[in-house]
C-alpha cells in the first residue's frame, strides 16, 4: 500500500543493522496525523498510522481489521510486536477508525473480508514496527554517542553490548520522536522470529471473559432512543401506506417513520420499540415478486442449464473427448439458498449532527460505512467518524449496509442518537444470503478409469453484480465460478460455464463464497469418477493432482493423519475431500456413521492445511474448528426456502445450528510452510460437506447431489 506523506516534514534516514541479518526494504507509511490526536493517553513515538508508544514502554497497536472471533486482534499485533522485538506483555490494543491510511491492499478499501487481515498486512505491518523499532535504536545510539550498528534489542529494550548499556523502549521515545522515520528498513529473517509461528495468548481474551467487551449491542449512547424497523416480507415489497395510532398507545413508544427499508418505529428501549412494531397496521405493496417460490427458481435454473453459459475455463476439447469417452458419467448437483445466521443479530447506532455524525457499529466494511453515511446525510465522508465495536460474527454478512442505512436515516430524521436492532426473524428473513445454484455436469473415462472430460455448467444468482459490477467480465462473476474454474485435477478436457440469473432473492458473501458450495459440487463428482472408474478416491486425487503440489501435500498429510485405508470399527465410513480457497490448501477426511433412519452422525475430521507462513497456530487451528462447525451446519442443516416472495424460515427453531452433542472430534494438522500467509478464516469450511457426503456414500451407496442432506433420503 503506497501512502502520499509530507516527505519535507519527514525526512529519511537509512536503517541500521540492529537486527543483523534480514531484508532491507523500501516504503513509505501513513502518517500517524489526527489518529494520534485522539490518543487516550499522552504517547511521545507515533512514527506511523499503527504504533503508539509511550513513556512506560506500552506498545499500542492500532488493529485496522474487525475482531469477529477470528484473533485480527492478536495476530496483527504480533507482526508489529515480532519486528519490534517489543516483550509481548508490552502491547495493548486499539481498533483503529475510519482513515484512509487503513485501506486494505488486497480489498483496495478498509475491510475485513476474503480471508485477508493477515495477509494484507503481512509486510505494512512488519515494516511499521521495522520503522519504529530502528527509531528506538538511532535514539539510543545518540544518547550514548555510538553508532546504531553497536546496539541490540530485545524485550523491548536497546542495548550497548560493549559498554552494558540499556534502555527501555520507554525512556527513548521523547528523542525518537525527534527522528525522522525511515524509509528503509530490515525486516527479519523467518529463522529470527520470536513471537511469529509460536502460540501466544489472545489479547482480547480478558475482555470477552470479563464481560467488559463492547459489542454494537451493548452500545450505550446519552439521549440515545432505540429502533425497530417493519420491513416488507415480500423481497423488492414497500409499504403502501401506514396507521401509527396502534404503536403510538404502546407506552415508550416515541416516533414511527417511514425510511427507505420499511417503517420504523423508535422508543426508548427495545421492548417498547418491539411492541410498537407488532401494533403497526402496515399495508404492503408486495410488488414484482409476490409469487417467487423456491419450486420456480429451480425450475427456471434447470432451465437455463440445457443452454451453453458464458466459458470461465477451456482447455482441450470437452465436448469432443466426452462423444469418445469410453464411459460418461452425468449427474445434476444443486444447493440452497443460506443465511449467515450470525449470533449477534444487526444493529448500528447513529448521532447523525449538523456538522458530522458517529457511528458506533459492528462492521466489516469501515470505508463503506463512512461512504453510506455520507449518502444519506449530505454530509462529506470525513465527516462521519465510526466506532468498529466487537462483532458478534460476520461471515459476510456486515460487509453489508442496510443497517447501517436505516439508523442514519432514523437519526437523520429526529435529530437524536438512535439505536437500529435487528430481531433474529429479521436477521434470517432480510439477508443477503448465499446464492443457491444448479450445476449440471458430465465427465468421461478412459478405458483405465482415468477420467479424459470434465463439464461443469453453473446455473446461478451474481453477488458482484450488485455489490462491484465492475468485477463482471464477460458474463463471468469470479465468485460464483472459485473452486470451479480453477479445478486442479489434471483433467485433459475442461469446460466450466456460467449462467447468471437473478431470480429476485438478494445474495451476498457467505464464509468462503463461491468455493463453499464449489467445493462440494467438483469433490462430489470427482468421488463419482472415482468410484465409476473402480479408483480408490483418495489414490485417484493423488493421482490427478502431480501438478498441484500442495493440494497433493495436504491430501496426503490428512490421508495419513486418519489412518486411510486402515480399517474402522464397525458402522464408522471415511470421505474425502481437497480444495484450495483464499490462497491456503486445506484436505478433510470425515469419519461418518448413519443410521437405519437415516440420520448422519460425524464422528471425528482430521484437517490438514498448509496456509504458507503461520503467525499463530493456535488462531489456525480454531479458525479450521470453527470453518468446520459453519460448513457442517449447513451440509446437515442450512436451507433457505421461499414461497409467495417470502423467506419461509425465521429463528432457530426451523434454520437450526450444529448442537454440541453433534459436534465431532476435529484433528488440525498444520503444513509448515515458507510461502507468505495465506488466509485461515474461510479455507476450513469448504471441504467438510463433500468429505462427509463422500463417507455417506461409502456408507450407504447412496450420493449426495442436493443440500442439506436429509434423513428421508438415506433410509436403510
Not at 449532527?353 to 449518502?375: D, I, L, S
Not at 439508523?407 to 438512535?418: D, E, F, M, T, Y
Not at 419461509?648 to 515458507?674: C, H, K, T, W
Not at 500467509?677 to 463417507?695: C, L, R, S, Y
Amino acid at each position: 500500500m503506497t501512502q502520499t506523506i509530507d516527505q519535507g516534514r519527514r525526512t529519511f534516514i537509512k536503517a541500521s543493522a540492529a537486527v543483523g541479518g534480514g531484508l532491507l526494504i523500501g516504503f513509505y507509511l501513513p502518517a500517524a496525523s489526527r489518529l494520534a490526536e485522539a490518543a487516550e493517553s499522552p504517547a511521545p513515538l507515533r512514527p506511523n498510522a499503527w504504533i503508539r508508544v509511550g513513556e512506560d514502554g506500552k506498545i499500542t497497536v492500532i488493529v485496522d481489521k474487525s475482531e469477529m472471533g477470528q484473533g485480527v486482534m492478536t495476530a496483527l499485533p504480533m507482526l508489529v510486536a515480532e519486528e519490534m522485538d517489543a516483550a509481548w506483555n508490552q502491547v495493548r490494543v486499539e481498533t483503529a477508525p475510519a482513515a484512509k491510511a487503513y485501506i486494505n491492499p488486497l480489498l483496495g478499501m478498509q475491510a475485513t473480508g476474503g480471508s485477508s487481515s493477515v495477509r494484507g498486512s503481512w509486510e505494512p505491518l512488519r515494516k511499521a514496527g521495522a520503522a519504529a523499532r530502528e527509531m528506538l535504536v538511532a535514539a539510543a545510539a545518540q544518547t550514548w554517542g555510538v553508532k546504531a550498528d553497536a546496539c541490540r534489542v530485545a524485550n523491548g529494550e536497546v542495548s550497548h553490548p560493549a559498554s552494558g548499556r540499556r534502555l527501555g523502549y520507554g525512556e527513548l521515545t521523547a528523542r525518537a520522536a525527534t527522528l525522522p522515520v525511515p524509509n528503509e528498513v530490515f525486516l527479519k529473517d523467518p529463522q529470527e522470529f520470536k513471537l511469529i509461528g509460536k502460540p501466544v495468548p489472545r489479547l482480547d481474551t480478558p475482555q470477552k471473559v470479563n464481560g467488559s467487551a463492547v459489542f454494537g449491542l451493548d452500545v450505550k449512547v446519552p439521549g440515545m432512543l432505540t429502533a425497530t424497523v417493519v420491513r416488507c416480507p415480500v423481497f423488492g415489497g414497500k409499504a403502501a401506506s401506514f396507521d401509527p395510532k396502534q404503536a403510538k398507545r404502546i407506552r415508550g413508544v416515541r416516533h414511527v417513520l417511514q425510511i427507505a427499508s420499511g417503517v420504523a418505529v423508535v422508543a426508548d428501549g427495545f421492548w417498547a420499540a418491539q411492541q410498537g412494531a407488532k401494533a403497526l397496521q402496515v399495508r404492503w405493496d408486495e410488488g414484482a415478486h409476490a409469487g417467487l417460490s423456491s419450486a420456480g427458481i429451480r425450475d427456471k435454473f434447470a432451465t437455463l442449464a440445457q443452454r451453453p453459459g458464458a466459458v470461465a475455463r477451456s482447455a482441450g476439447d470437452a465436448a469432443r473427448a466426452l462423444q469418445g469417452a469410453a464411459r460418461k458419467i452425468e449427474a445434476v448437483y444443486e444447493v440452497p439458498y443460506l443465511a449467515h445466521a450470525t449470533m449477534e443479530p444487526m444493529n448500528c447506532t447513529a448521532h447523525v449532527r449538523k456538522n458530522g455524525c458517529e457511528v458506533w457499529v459492528p462492521t466489516q466494511a469501515q470505508g463503506r460505512v463512512q461512504q453510506t453515511v455520507a449518502q444519506v446525510t449530505g454530509l462529506p465522508a470525513e465527516s462521519v467518524t465510526v466506532h468498529t465495536t466487537f462483532l458478534g460474527g460476520g461471515f459476510g454478512r456486515r460487509f453489508e449496509q442496510d443497517f447501517v442505512a436505516e439508523a442514519a436515516q432514523i437519526s437523520k430524521a429526529l435529530g437524536v442518537p438512535v439505536k437500529a436492532v435487528w430481531t433474529r426473524e429479521d436477521d434470517m428473513q432480510h439477508d443477503f444470503y448465499r446464492p443457491a445454484t444448479y450445476n449440471a455436469l458430465s465427465a468421461g473415462l478412459d478405458e483405465k478409469g482415468l477420467p479424459v472430460a470434465w463439464s461443469h455448467r453453473i446455473v446461478g444468482p451474481s453477488i458482484m453484480s450488485r455489490v462491484f459490477p465492475n468485477m463482471v467480465k464477460n458474463g463471468i462473476d469470479p465468485t460464483s465460478v472459485e473452486g470451479a474454474a480453477n479445478l486442479p485435477y489434471a483433467i485433459p478436457n475442461l469446460q466450466v460455464e456460467y449462467t447468471m440469473h437473478d431470480p429476485g432473492v438478494p445474495v451476498g458473501f457467505w464464509r468462503s463464497v463461491g468455493s463453499s458450495q464449489n467445493a462440494f459440487i467438483t469433490e462430489c463428482f470427482l468421488d463419482e469418477l472415482a468410484a465409476a472408474g473402480g479408483k480408490d478416491p483418495f489414490h485417484l486425487r493423488r493421482e490427478l493432482l502431480h501438478a498441484a503440489p500442495r493440494h497433493k501435500a495436504v491430501l496426503e498429510l490428512a490421508a495419513a493423519k486418519a489412518g486411510w485405508g486402515k480399517p474402522l470399527p464397525k458402522g464408522l465410513y471415511r470421505g474425502i475431500a481437497v480444495h484450495e480457497s483464499f490462497t491456503s490448501f486445506v484436505a478433510q477426511v470425515a469419519e461418518v456413521s448413519v443410521s437405519g433412519e437415516g440420520e448422519v452422525k460425524v464422528h471425528r475430521v482430521v484437517c490438514a492445511v498448509d496456509c504458507g507462513m503461520v503467525v499463530n497456530p493456535d488462531t489456525v487451528r480454531a479458525q479450521m474448528e470453527s470453518a468446520i462447525v459453519y460448513g457442517l451446519t449447513a451440509a446437515l442443516k442450512g436451507e433457505i426456502t421461499v414461497m409467495g416472495g417470502r423467506v419461509q424460515q425465521s429463528n432457530f427453531n426451523d434454520y437450526p445450528m450444529l448442537r454440541m452433542d453433534e459436534m465431532p472430534r476435529v484433528e488440525v494438522y498444520i503444513r509448515p510452510g515458507a510461502d507468505t500467509p495465506g488466509g485461515v478464516g474461510e479455507p476450513g469450511t469448504p471441504p467438510i460437506a463433500p468429505a462427509v457426503a463422500n463417507a455417506i456414500f461409502a456408507a450407504t451407496g447412496k450420493r449426495i447431489r442436493r443440500l442439506p442432506i436429509r434423513a428421508e433420503d438415506l433410509k436403510a
